[in-house]
């Protein structure tokens, strides 16, 4: 069983296996396009047909 | 009962986001469009949402067709989605909108992606939204498109 370090702050969990690889083994993927390239947009269907 | 509902998922030019489009080239701008609709009872909450958008490819055999990305280590893992999340959406656009994500091109939306079928193939798109403190979610069917060079 896993004994853990008294002292030591509780670290947190990662979220995905990205951040658990970049953490546990120092291994990085590769980087998304983001930003100016990607985004998002919300418009209403009033007025329109179908 | 408080409802909602994806009644449609696409592929579309960003610049007509009502039209689907089927086939992209690596160069064309892309989106991923989710026709959403809720009851007046959850805008007049004020939930919020987190939605989902993701493009599959479903052939996933590391001999032939499968997609995969190459870690800083040099070694590589197996990819069949790549997904893109917007949390914590208003409800501002009412009871029936779209939702979207766009990418000036095709190829930015899988430049993370190694393999002969990153930029050619049959792929498809879905879409979940997870409304934020209750139990309702919904999730869309699936759109198929093509990519070719």
């Known amino acids: 069983m896993e004994q853990k370090k008294k002292g030591s702050p509780p670290s947190k969990a990662p979220q995905t296996r990205a951040e658990h690889l970049h953490k546990s083994q120092g291994i990085s993927l590769p980087k998304r396009i983001e930003g100016k390239r990607a985004g998002a947009a919300i418009a209403p269907r009033s007025g329109r047909k179908g | ?149």
Request: proline fraction near 5%.
């Open chain 2, 1 to 149: 009962m408080s409802f909602v509902n994806i009644s449609a998922v696409r592929t579309a030019d960003p610049g007509n986001v009502w039209v689907p489009k089927h086939s992209f080239r690596p160069s064309d701008p892309f989106a991923v469009v989710l026709d959403i609709q809720v009851d007046n009872a959850v805008v007049e909450e004020g939930l919020v949402f987190d939605a989902t958008f993701q493009i599959n490819n479903p052939r996933d055999d590391p001999y032939s067709t499968s997609w995969y990305t190459v870690l800083s280590s040099g070694d590589s893992v197996g990819v069949t989605s790549v997904v893109w999340t917007w949390k914590s959406v208003s409800f501002q656009w009412g009871t029936n909108f779209a939702f979207w994500v766009f990418f000036d091109h095709y190829a930015d939306a899988v430049s993370h992606i190694s393999g002969g079928e990153q930029l050619q193939g049959i792929f498809y798109a879905q879409g979940a939204i997870n409304i934020l403190d209750s139990d309702l979610f919904a999730t869309s069917p699936q759109f198929w498109y093509k990519v070719r060079p």
